[in-house]
């Protein structure tokens, strides 16, 4: 499935350690709970200190790599900007309790702030959990005790260090001056709803997120606490963007490897949802089932409750581009969850 992509280093760094990259760029690597395994994130030399994108999760492990050789890897520099590409504990977990120790500032897009700000905000608001329980029951996923307490976000507020003390909100097409580049910055939405990517076009880099990932597809779903209403179409196009830039930038992922291919990868990326999209509509054709139950018949295997939601919410967020086509229909009785169909039309 990869073959038309180049991965430019033969070996990724070594979980908590680092790798010189390009000119002011180093590529670390932070051990993450789970079946992601790693994250990757990047040290910026702006001479006079650091900027880091992205931190790692809120966990031992972590904060043990960066009392020991992660932090080596500053060799005495002062990290003065902490860059999170989006809200997710991975990303910006440790943002923080890096900020705390260093006296750095965070800097996110807005909607990613919003999103990390509304998760805080929220913890303990019992009317907002029952809303989000309320999201879950219409679409069939039942409202046990294990499914309430992620949804209070306990699991999410376990893996941050605390809300991170942004003081630099980072629009669309402002310039970021790190590491003795100037990087552009997009903010596209799809896997959340404004993530952070850092494109360099002279030396033809780009910082991705999990916006574009080598081996795996990243999540795309419908989430009650996000806003966008059609995510898999906000994330598309994305793709027209990302298409326009030259072919061949250089990929830094947040998972898997540095890579070249991008216009390649941004097509198996496209064809795997086209087929899921497929594959959703042969299974409308059966009788109406909830959003749950048609994320069964697609997620085969058994899933634990966190991973049956992110199930449900990609799921969702293909339905809805079929709904929103008119190549689904829904049928929502004035109360018990609502059921997907395949639309009269289509
Ligand atoms: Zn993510």
Partial sequence: ???ALEYVLERPPELATSLP???GIEWLRLPVPGGLR???VWLLDDGDGCTLVDTGMNVAESRAAWEGP???TLRGRPLRRIVCTHHHPDHAGLAAWLAERHGAQVL?????YDLVHYLYASQGDAVEIDARLAHYAANGLLATAENRSILAGEGYLRVMSGLPPVVQILRPGEVLNAGGRRW???QL????????LLHDADAQLLIAGDQVLPRISSNIGIYPERRDPDPLDSFLDGFERLAALAPGTLVLPSHGEVFRGLGARLTQLRRHHL???EVLEGLLQGAPATAAEIALRLYRGALDPLNRMLALGETLAHLRYLEVRGRAAIEAPPTGPRRYLASCGG
Avoid: F, K, Y
């Avoid at 996110?108 to 990613?112: D, K, L, R």
């Avoid at 939405?189 to 952070?196: F, M, P, V, W």
């Fill in 275 to 277: 087929e899921r999209l």
């Fill in 184 to 186: 552009d910055v997009l």
């Fill in 21 to 23: 990259l390009a000119a």
């Fill in 38 to 40: 790693h994250i990757n």
């Fill in 70 to 72: 992660l932090g080596a």
């Fill in 189 to 196: 939405a799809g896997h959340t709803d404004g993530q952070l």
């Fill in 108 to 112: 996110m897009t807005a909607p990613e």
């Fill in 1 to 3: 499935m990869s073959a």
